[in-house]
C-alpha cells in the first residue's frame, strides 16, 4: 500500500541483505509527508500493516479489511471515503530496470 500511494518503495538496499537490513534497522519516510492529502486513518492502516512487531500488526486479512472498509468498495466507485481527496493521486508504478 506504501508504495502505491506514494510511488515508491518503503525500503530500499543495493542487494538482498542490504534490504533486509533496512527492513528491520530503518523507518521509512513518513506516510504523510509524502502524502500530506491522505487521511489519517488510511496512513493509520498503512502503519500497522508494515508493522515490524507482529503483535502491533493486524492479526488477520479479515482485520485488515476491516480497517480498510471505508476505502474499498465492490462496484469501483467511490473507492476512497467522502471527503477524501486520496483518488486525486495515482502513481505509475513501473518494475526496475535490469541492469545488463
Do not use: H
Not at 518503503?10 to 492529502?37: C, H, K, M, W
Not at 489519517?40 to 508493522?51: I, Y
Not at 479479515?62 to 483518488?87: F, H, K, R, V, Y
Request: without cysteine; proline residues 11%; negative net charge.
Amino acid at each position: 500500500m506504501y508504495e502505491a500511494l506514494t510511488g515508491r518503495a518503503p525500503y530500499v538496499g543495493d542487494s538482498y541483505n542490504a534490504l533486509l537490513f533496512a527492513i528491520q534497522e530503518g523507518t521509512p519516510t513518513p506516510l504523510e509527508e509524502l502524502r500530506v492529502d491522505l487521511a489519517p486513518e488510511l496512513v493509520s492502516v498503512v502503519k500497522r500493516a508494515m508493522a515490524i512487531d507482529p503483535n502491533a500488526s493486524f492479526q488477520s486479512a479479515e482485520e485488515m479489511t476491516q480497517a480498510l472498509g471505508p476505502w474499498l468498495s465492490l462496484d469501483g466507485a467511490g473507492s476512497t471515503p467522502p471527503g477524501s481527496s486520496a483518488a486525486a493521486f495515482a502513481p505509475t508504478i513501473a518494475p526496475p530496470s535490469r541492469r545488463g
